[in-house]
């Protein structure tokens, strides 16, 4: 609660989760024209703020020494707020960094959203909704969707959102993995070379009926592209077959999200899904259990 100018609170800056991403075509000479609908998890980095004297960023937690400090979306949201006329008062701002880099859960679109939520929280003068769209959108194609953090179906470039009823995701655990290498989603992207179509009338009737298992099957027309940059996603999509094949219907699905390079399966056990998670620990890859939100 802020009281006099004096704040302290946390956020949590949720991962994403693609479950299908499909390119469509090429929206301008720096973008890709894609569809891809869009999960958050309880798993995230988390993000506190306090009032203080003078500026400051630090971040700490097990994925802090993979970023770089000084460019960051979060130093960016504030500078682009302070250009649309609106000053933040000093704040302190500590990054527990759980989200790996590279990974294409998001992590630094997430902190960004988070960061910009905070801001308007804390900001003396109210924020139309409209600006911090603008500033998301300038930030990073991935930010504006995690601003609330809801599924979405996400078109052109990734800033036009539709946000849909959640699907039925009570029971469902995620198992996110990621390789020991990371992926840059700009060298991803160069290499695509066809483009998709997808009839988004059998998505939303897919979505009505929470067939994940059939939205997971639209595919990512990324993954075979990054197999073929880190041989590990391959490895640890025979391990999830594997699964698959001797737990049946208990794994409904396995993809790798984003641009990569971690994958995730959703899995309707969760004996099984530790028992997954711990496949992969054993192998030295990083690995999670957690639910969607």
């Known amino acids: ?63 802090s020494k993979d970023f770089n400090h000084k460019d960051n979306f979060i130093s960016k949201a504030k500078e682009l707020f302070k250009k649309e006329g609106f000053l933040l008062s000093p704040i ?11 990974s ?36 990073g194609s991935d930010v504006p ?23 039925n995701t009570n029971d469902i655990f995620c198992v996110i993995v990621k390789p020991s290498k990371s992926l840059s989603t700009k060298l991803i992207f160069s290499k695509v070379k066809n483009f998709s179509t997808i009839d988004l009338n059998y998505i939303y009737t897919l979505l009505k009926k929470s067939d994940l298992d059939n939205l997971i099957n639209v595919g990512n027309d990324l993954s075979g592209i990054a197999t073929k940059e880190i041989y590990e996603i391959k490895n640890i999509f025979n391990i999830m077959e594997t699964f698959k094949d001797e ?15 971690a994958c995730f399966a959703l899995v309707t056990n969760h004996m099984i899904a530790n ?19």
């Open 1 to 63: 609660m802020i009281m006099k100018n004096q704040f302290k609170f946390s956020m949590i800056a949720p991962a994403k989760l693609n479950l299908f991403l499909k390119v469509v075509g090429k929206f301008n000479q720096d973008y890709h024209s894609l569809i891809s609908l869009v999960g958050f998890t309880e798993f995230g980095d988390i993000i506190h703020f306090k009032s203080e004297s003078n500026d400051s960023i630090k971040f700490i937690g097990p994925f």
């Open 92 to 102: 302190n701002i500590v990054v527990e960094k759980n989200i790996p880099i590279g």
């Open 104 to 139: 294409g859960l998001g992590g630094g679109s997430a902190d960004a959203a988070c960061c910009i939520n905070a801001f308007s929280k804390i900001s003396q003068k109210k924020i139309p909704k409209n600006i911090v769209y603008k500033i998301a959108e300038k930030i």
């Open 145 to 167: 969707v995690c601003i609330k953090s809801k599924w979405s179906v996400i078109s052109e470039k990734g800033t036009k959102l539709k946000n849909i009823d959640k699907p």
């Open 247 to 261: 737990y049946g219907q208990d794994i409904i699905g396995f993809s790798m999200t984003g641009s990569g390079s």
């Open 275 to 293: 028992k997954l998670t711990n496949s992969f620990q054993k192998l030295n890859f990083w690995s999670i259990v957690t639910k969607f939100i």
